[in-house]
T-cell receptor, first 111, second 114 residues
Framework: TQLLEQSPQFLSIQEGENLTVYCNSS?????LQWYRQEPGEGPVLLVT?????EVKKLKRLTFQFGDARKDSSLHITAAQPGDTGLYLC???????????FGTGTQLKVEL | NAGVTQTPKFQVLKTGQSMTLQCAQD?????MSWYRQDPGMGLRLIHY???????DQGEVPNGYNVSRSTTEDFPLRLLSAAPSQTSVYFC?????????????FGPGTRLTVT
């Protein structure tokens, strides 16, 4: 079973601060997704990265896929309370739609 | 479109009881899957299906059964509930072949087994 470790597990910051969440594995993934989940709801896809070294931006969120396609990071600039939620990375080893999910990072942004 | 719907939203079972968690999608997705979510463990794949009539086991299939008679529906059956099955269950769907495997999730079913 592939393992995707996320760090940190919990993060509590003030509005306006920057933060980075990491997703690491010893396995190579053909693609990697980041999801955000709010309480009482299912995860919602934020982005998919496919190419090693790829960087994608979604407003204040920057996603990067490692050169070896084994790791990824999510950087949030000037965090807002609306960014609060559980962030999950998920890797696809190819050959179908089976995903391996990371352990999750619970982010809380306070005023 | 309603997307992915799940019923019930909440359920309490006694040990040994059986039940079916319902999942339906109206996006004509071929691929559907069931996950369970436990604190600190992310989402773990229980069973999945790549199309009507085809199912396969995921990472944690024991104690669960699935069938896929139509493209739209993918019910998950708990055969004899155990306290270890207390969890939040999510159904998801996506296109096949997946564009990287992006999945659309339902709102979840919170199950407690006493």
């Amino acid at each position: 079973t592939q393992l995707l470790e996320q760090s940190p597990q919990f993060l509590s910051i003030q509005e306006g601060e920057n933060l980075t969440v990491y997703c690491n594995s010893s396995s190579v993934f053909s693609s990697l997704q980041w999801y955000r989940q709010e309480p009482g709801e299912g995860p919602v896809l934020l982005v998919t990265v496919v190419t090693g070294g790829e960087v994608k931006k979604l407003k204040r969120l920057t996603f990067q896929f490692g050169d070896a396609r084994k790791d990824s990071s999510l950087h949030i600039t000037a965090a807002q309370p609306g960014d609060t939620g559980l962030y999950l990375c998920a890797g696809n080893t190819g050959g179908g739609n089976k995903l391996t999910f990371g352990t999750g990072t619970q982010l809380k942004v306070e005023l | 479109n309603a997307g992915v719907t799940q019923t019930p939203k909440f359920q309490v079972l006694k040990t040994g009881q059986s039940m079916t968690l319902q999942c339906a999608q109206d996006m004509n997705h071929e691929y559907m899957s069931w996950y369970r979510q436990d604190p600190g463990m992310g989402l773990r794949l229980i069973h999945y299906s790549v199309g009507a009539g085809i199912t396969d086991q995921g990472e944690v299939p024991n104690g669960y059964n699935v069938s896929r008679s139509t493209t739209e529906d993918f019910p998950l059956r708990l055969l004899s509930a155990a306290p270890s099955q207390t969890s939040v269950y999510f159904c998801a769907s996506s296109y096949v072949p997946g564009t990287g495997g992006e999945q659309y999730f339902g709102p979840g079913t919170r199950l407690t087994v006493t």
